[in-house]
C-alpha cells in the first residue's frame, strides 16, 4: 500500500504526515489523540543519515510530546550496504537508532511498529521488531536472510534450508510465517484505524513473541529457553 493511502485510512485524513526523501514524519489525531508518525518509503535503505533522521523525530518526540504513542511505519530493503556507510560505522548508528526507540519506551511512550510495504534485514530489527509490537498488512514482504546467506552462516546445504522452509517458518519468508514465529503479532484487515487503536490499548508492555511464537507453533524452544537462561 501506498504510504498516503495508508495515514489517510489510519487517520482518516486527519494528519500532517509529510515525505522528505525516504523518510515519513509527522503526527496523525486518532480519537482525540496525537501520535507522533516516523517511518520510510520507497524500500529505503537505512544508511548513516536516515538512522540519524528517524532517531531525531523519536528524540524531539520524548523531548517535547511525553508519552505521546509512536507509530513507525516499516518499508525497507535493509541497512545501506555501501563501504561509506561501513566506515562510518552503519552498526553504531543503528544501534543509536534502537537506543532511541528504547529510551522513548522507557520515558512512558508506547510504541507500535507496521510493516506495510516491505521489512528486510536488519533495517527492520531496528525499525519494527524493536517496537512494543509489531503488527503487519496481508501483502507486506518481510525477510530478514534469504535461504543463499543462511546457507553460509549456518553451513547447511541450501537444499536443506529449503526443504525445512516448507514445514518450518524460521527458515521462511514471508508475513504469516512471522506472525508464527511471534515476531509479528497480527495482520491488519479491513479497518485499518480499528486495529491502530486496538493496537494502542492492548499490546504487551513486555516482550511477548517468543511465547506467541511457542502458542502458534513458530518458535517451539525460544520462551522455554528463555525461562531456563532467566532462573539459571
Not at 529505503?44 to 523531548?63: C, F, K, M, N, Y
Not at 545501506?80 to 528504547?102: P, S, T, V
Not at 486496538?198 to 511477548?208: C, F, M, T, V, W
Request: glycine share 10%; proline share 3%; net charge negative.
Amino acid at each position: 500500500m501506498e504510504w498516503k493511502t495508508l495515514v489517510d485510512q489510519l487517520f482518516t485524513s486527519e494528519h500532517d504526515v509529510q515525505r522528505e526523501g525516504e523518510l515519513l514524519r509527522g503526527t496523525g489525531q486518532l480519537n482525540g489523540q496525537s501520535i507522533a508518525i516516523v517511518g520510510t518509503t520507497d524500500h529505503a535503505a537505512i544508511g548513516v543519515e536516515l538512522a540519524l533522521a528517524q532517531a531525531r523525530v523519536v528524540l524531539d518526540t520524548v523531548s517535547r510530546h511525553p508519552g505521546r504513542p509512536i507509530l513507525l511505519l516499516v518499508d525497507t530493503q535493509g541497512q545501506r550496504l555501501r563501504h561509506r556507510d561501513e566506515l562510518l560505522g552503519i552498526n553504531r548508528y543503528m544501534a543509536h537508532l534502537g537506543c532511541c526507540i528504547e529510551f522513548a519506551r522507557l520515558s512512558g511512550h508506547r510504541v507500535i511498529g507496521l510493516v506495510y510495504d516491505q521489512a528486510l534485514s536488519g533495517g527492520f530489527i531496528t525499525s519494527g521488531l524493536i517496537a512494543d509490537a509489531c503488527y503487519a498488512l496481508p501483502d507486506a514482504e518481510i525477510r530478514v536472510m534469504r535461504l543463499p546467506a543462511m546457507a553460509r552462516v549456518t553451513k547447511l546445504d541450501e537444499g536443506r534450508l529449503e526443504e525445512l522452509s516448507k514445514s518450518n517458518p524460521v527458515f521462511a519468508p514471508g508475513v504469516r510465517n512471522y506472525v508464527a514465529m511471534g515476531g509479528i503479532r497480527s495482520l491488519w484487515e479491513g479497518d485499518l484505524q480499528s486495529a491502530l487503536v486496538l493496537a494502542l490499548a492492548e499490546s504487551p508492555l513486555h516482550d511477548e513473541r517468543a511465547a506467541d511464537g511457542a502458542v502458534r507453533g513458530g518458535r517451539t524452544l525460544a520462551a522455554s529457553v528463555i525461562d531456563r537462561v532467566s532462573w539459571s
